[in-house]
């Protein structure tokens, strides 16, 4: 007999994981999470190891990675294909060091005009919305 842990309703297993049903319904759409069989006359049951999944996903998630992304390290998840996990991983990782910079790119024209914003008075134009008028 399966334990309390392992006989979760959809609802119950969406609470434990963090998520809404609607979450649980669209990773299974996705294919990243199966949909178990439903017992004649009875409802779906879901276990520890689909909470686990739904949490990998949504941590995957949390670090940049795309769902297709999620997939394959989903495939790679046994730990013997650490090597393909690093490069999905470098990959992610450029490409945050590039927004990184465009941040502090637009951080630093942001601050620029907020201080010519602060600086102006009178009947002078606003220096943030002629600029953005300019571009």
């Known amino acids: 007999m399966k334990s309390r842990q392992d006989n ?14 609607e979450t649980i319904r669209f990773y299974q759409r996705k294919g990243l999470l199966c949909e ?16 686990a999944r739904v949490k990998f996903v949504k941590s995957a998630q949390r670090l940049g990675f795309s769902l297709e992304e ?20 470098a990959l992610r990782l450029a490409d945050v060091r590039a927004r990184l910079s465009d941040l502090r790119r637009m951080e630093a024209a942001l601050s620029a005009l907020v201080d010519q914003c602060c600086s ?7 220096p943030l919305i002629a600029s953005l008028h300019a571009c």
């Not at 102006?120 to 606003?126: E, R, T």
């Open 36 to 51: 178990p069989d439903r017992p004649p006359g009875g409802i779906r049951r879901y276990g520890h190891g689909d909470v």
């Open 8 to 21: 979760l309703t959809i609802g119950t297993f969406a609470k434990a994981a963090g998520v809404n049903l």
């Open 70 to 89: 999620v997939s394959h390290l989903l495939k790679l998840e046994d730990g013997t294909h650490c090597s393909e996990a690093a490069e999905l991983a």
């Open 120 to 126: 102006c008075h009178g009947d002078i134009s606003c």
